[in-house]
């Protein structure tokens, strides 16, 4: 089993900047792809940045330039650092980790955590 435990998030004024964090734990052989992902009320849960093992990276393009992803595979941690917030950044972010366990692969999500960012 994987435990996805997720920092960071809160209250921001529009243009400030916050950092997420999710590290995950437990009996993982190897990570691929890491991810954030981010749920608006009423709305889908909607991809905002994912990063390959090697590093390679890709964003939604309403965040592109003001988010950047990013991880360190020896702390099975990925980071989203988001500046430059708009009021429609406002959601609740999850984490989202491909892990090899003694199952196989398998997908991961964190719990979650709110992101409010005020006009």
């Known amino acids: 089993q994987v435990q996805l435990v997720e920092s960071g998030g809160g209250l921001v004024q529009a243009g400030g900047s916050q950092r997420l964090s999710c590290a995950a734990s437990?009996?993982?052989?190897?990570?691929?792809?890491m991810g954030w992902y981010r749920q608006a009320p009423g709305k889908q849960r909607e991809l905002v940045a994912r990063i390959s093992k090697g590093g390679s990276t890709d964003y939604q393009d309403s965040v592109k330039g003001r988010f950047t992803i990013s991880r360190d595979n020896a702390k099975n941690t990925v980071y989203l650092q988001m500046n430059s917030l708009k009021p429609e950044d406002t959601a609740v972010y999850y984490c989202?980790?491909?892990?090899?366990?003694?199952?196989?692969?398998?997908?991961?999500w964190g719990q979650g955590t709110q992101v409010t960012v005020a006009s």
């Open positions: 437990g009996t993982i052989f190897s990570i691929n792809v």
């Open positions: 989202n980790v491909e892990s090899l366990v003694l199952a196989g692969w398998r997908e991961y």
